[in-house]
C-alpha cells in the first residue's frame, strides 16, 4: 500500500478520533512500519469507495494479535458495517493462529465502538489516562 494512500485512510478514519502515532511519524516511518511483515492492512470498500481499514500488529507480543487501527470513514458508519468489517478483522487475527486478540479503545472513539467490541467478544482488561494533541 503507497503511503499516501495510508495517510488518506488514516486521516478519513482517524481524525475524528484524535488518532496521532502515524499523523506525527515521518513518511519513512509510516512506510516502515506498514510494509513491515509484523504488519497486516485490510481496507474496507463499499460501492467501489474506501469505507474503512483495520491493521494488525502481529509482534504487539508473544501469541497476540493486536487489532491497532479499526474504523470506517464517517459517511460509511451506520449502515451496519463496523460489525462485518470487525468479524472479518478479527477472523484475519485468528488466521495467524495466536493465544489472543486484542484490541484498545478510547472515549475519543465512536460511543459504540465499546459496546461493538463487547458484543464481539472482547473484554475490558485495563484503563488509562492520556494526552493527545489537537489535529490541526
Known amino acids: 500500500m ?10 478519513q478514519v482517524g481524525r475524528q478520533h484524535h488518532w496521532m502515532l502515524r499523523r506525527v511519524q515521518s513518511d ?4 516502515e512500519a506498514i510494509h513491515a511483515e509484523t504488519t497486516e492492512i485490510h481496507v474496507l470498500y463499499a460501492d467501489g469507495c474506501p469505507a474503512g481499514f483495520v491493521e494488525l500488529e502481529l509482534s504487539a507480543k508473544p501469541d497476540t494479535v493486536e487489532i ?10 451506520g449502515r451496519g458495517l463496523a460489525r462485518f468489517f470487525l468479524n472479518e478483522a478479527i477472523s484475519a487475527a485468528w488466521a495467524h493462529s ?16 465499546l459496546q461493538l467490541y463487547q458484543k464481539m467478544g472482547f473484554v475490558p482488561v485495563a484503563w488509562s489516562e492520556e494526552e493527545v494533541e489537537q489535529w490541526l
Open 98 to 113: 495466536p493465544q489472543k486478540v486484542t484490541i484498545h479503545t478510547n472515549t475519543l472513539d465512536s460511543p459504540r465502538a
Open 68 to 77: 491497532l487501527y479499526f474504523g470506517l470513514i464517517a459517511d460509511f458508519q
Open 2 to 11: 503507497p503511503v499516501h494512500y495510508y495517510r488518506y485512510l488514516y486521516e
Open 28 to 31: 519513512a516511518e509510516v512506510a
